[in-house]
């Protein structure tokens, strides 16, 4: 069963706002503009995905979210004053409720794999960890 886009970014736009709120121990306006602008960006990026059938969606979100956060852009400073409302946090607990809940479908495809997924898994998990904070330790060596 697939849900329609729109119902699908609306609840994950509501369970966010919920979610933040509940960090920040109380509902903003800050925090719910920051969603909105969250909310933009998806939806330009989904637009001009499918428009031009080339470049994924995630491409041109990353690419217009640098642009409209750099100081460059008009805007930055009011737009980064209320996505950073937004605690990172609470994005990633319903991105990985989600993810985990996805699981759910695969199961048979688990138990037929069996526990070998397991190491792969972890050798995986490690090496991007450890690659990732290779890079960071390096990035931040260099220009901090």
């Known amino acids: 069963m697939r849900l329609p886009l729109w119902l699908s970014l609306g609840v994950l736009t509501v369970l966010g706002i ?5 960090t920040a121990k109380t509902l903003s306006w800050q925090i719910i503009g920051g969603y909105g602008v969250l909310l933009a960006l998806v939806l330009l990026g989904l637009f001009l995905a499918r428009v031009t059938r080339k470049i994924s969606s995630i ?7 640098a ?6 852009f008009f805007g930055a400073r ?3 004053s209320l ?3 937004v605690d990172f946090l609470s994005i990633a ?5 989600l993810a985990g809940l996805s699981l759910g479908k695969d199961i048979p495809l688990l138990r037929r794999i069996g526990w070998k997924i397991i190491p792969v898994g972890l050798v995986a998990i490690t090496a991007s960890f450890l690659l990732s ?3 960071a330790e390096f990035s931040l060596g260099f220009w901090g």
């Open 133 to 135: 904070t290779l890079i």
């Open 83 to 85: 996505v950073s409302s």
């Open 18 to 22: 919920g979610t933040a709120s509940v």
């Open 59 to 65: 491409v041109w979100i990353t690419t217009i979210g």
């Open 93 to 97: 607990t319903i991105m990985l409720t």
């Open 78 to 80: 009011t737009l980064n």
């Open 67 to 72: 642009f409209v956060s750099s100081p460059w």
